[in-house]
């Protein structure tokens, strides 16, 4: 009977080894634990989500650049720094590149580092920044030009200098912007007087076929047409249309001028199809 119970508690123990082995796994389909949910949180290697400012000190050289970077309870972020970039990889003129990292463990939702704070990282250029613009990370662009300084100017998605509202091709490109036209648009038509104009564009769909301008399936568009009002800020858009004339942009805005709108003819059905609901069969 004693050798009976320690085959039993034995068994017991053996059973709780088991099912310890087991207690990191929830059960449910996909709910299995990963080492990364068991084992410790790794740091790596990040950049900001964001470059909020940047400032220039009276040396002109020195730089100060604010970044939203991760915060939690515990610590987020280690070696925070910025760092010149074009004697690395070379300096493209008219520029001057900045790089700014930092190791954290927030790819890691074990971390707590769920939320954002400011950090400030400074740097000092080998020489003044001048007239030069200053990129952060490639897509982030400040200016001293216009500037109040010590703080630098951000530039916008058209540049440091925008294109004057106008009757000009980059400022057809803004309009463009402004509407959210898909890449690789071709301007089909503009109608413009300085303080109002009308673009008609389109774009290329199907499959990529290099020169090919025989398959119907390569030269196929769709294409839109909107009509804008010059404002400080850029042409604005205020109507969309396809019909023929001015009675879609007069609802809009009974300022338009007739003599722009009224000669334009209805975009083609091809370039701006409209689809009726699909009748429902009754039994």
Not at 54 to 70: E, F, G, K, N, Y
Not at 109 to 120: I, L
Not at 126 to 151: I, M, N, Q, S, Y
Request: charge should be neutral; proline fraction near 9%; glycine fraction near 8%.
């Amino acid at each position: 009977m004693r050798s009976d119970r320690r085959v039993a508690a034995v068994l017991c123990a053996l059973a709780v080894l088991l099912l310890s082995a087991c207690g990191t796994q929830v059960a449910g389909p996909g709910t299995e634990a990963s080492a990364t949910a068991t084992g410790p949180i790794p740091w790596t290697l990040a950049e900001p989500s964001r470059i909020t400012a940047a400032r220039l000190a009276a040396d002109r050289r020195t730089l100060s650049i604010d970044a939203d970077v991760p915060s939690g309870e515990h610590a987020c972020v280690r070696d925070f720094k910025a760092r010149d970039t074009d004697a690395e990889y070379g300096s493209v003129p008219g520029t001057v590149h900045v790089q700014v990292t930092f190791e954290s463990p927030s790819g890691d939702r074990r971390s707590g580092c769920t939320k954002e704070r400011t950090a400030t990282a400074r740097l000092r250029l080998p020489e003044p920044l001048g007239k030069r613009e200053l990129v952060v990370d490639d897509h982030t662009v400040f200016t001293a030009d216009g500037a109040k300084l010590p703080a630098l100017r951000l530039c916008g998605e058209l540049g440091c200098t925008p294109p004057a509202t106008g009757c000009t091709p980059n400022s057809y490109e803004q309009a463009l912007k402004a509407v959210g036209a898909p890449e690789h648009t071709y301007r089909d038509a503009e109608h413009c007087d300085g303080k109002w104009l009308v673009l008609d564009f389109s774009w290329r769909t199907g499959p990529a076929c290099g020169d090919d301008t025989t398959d119907p399936a390569c030269t196929s568009r769709l294409g839109d047409r909107w009509f804008f009002r010059a404002e400080k800020s850029g042409w604005k858009p205020i109507a969309r249309s396809s019909a023929e004339g001015c009675t879609d942009v007069h609802r809009k805005e009974p300022a338009f001028p007739t003599a722009l709108c009224g000669p334009l003819p209805a975009l083609a059905p091809s370039l701006h199809p409209t689809y009726s609901p699909t009748a429902t069969a009754t039994p």
